[in-house]
Nanobody, 123 residues
Framework: VQLVESGGGLVQAGESLRLSCAFS????????MGWFRQAPGQEREFVAV????????DYLDSVKGRFTISRDNAKNTVNLQMNSLKPEDTAVYYC?????????????????WGQGTRVTVSP
């Protein structure tokens, strides 16, 4: 399985970005997908998760109401729509795939990771 993220960039506070993750090398519908982020000097943290059906999602408390995870099983992609961005959202964002049942909130819950895409939010 391979994951490739895109869509990062530099924006001002209050603006929006849409990250995408392209999945290949496996059956996408067998995987729950997550987004994590890592700010400089900090550990990688959970941001959002989406089950294979797209019915169940969950989010980091600080992004609830601003970020939306969605997936397109026909296109093998998972997206993260980020609205009302804040400087504290600045980080490298990673897409991750989990082949085991259940939601995953920890780094060790995921089998495969993308290379990351950088998001910078200026004040």
């Amino acid at each position: 399985v391979q994951l490739v993220e895109s869509g990062g960039g530099l924006v001002q506070a209050g603006e929006s970005l849409r990250l995408s993750c392209a999945f290949s090398g496996g059956l996408f519908s067998n995987y729950n997908m997550g987004w994590f982020r890592q700010a400089p000097g900090q550990e990688r943290e959970f941001v959002a998760v989406d089950t294979w059906s797209g019915v169940t999602t969950d989010y980091l408390d600080s992004v609830k109401g601003r970020f939306t995870i969605s997936r397109d099983n026909a296109k093998n992609t998972v997206n993260l729509q980020m609205n009302s961005l804040k400087p504290e959202d600045t980080a490298v964002y990673y897409c991750a795939a989990r082949s085991r049942p259940g939601l995953g909130y920890a780094v060790e819950d995921y089998n495969t990771w993308g290379q990351g895409t950088r998001v910078t939010v200026s004040p």
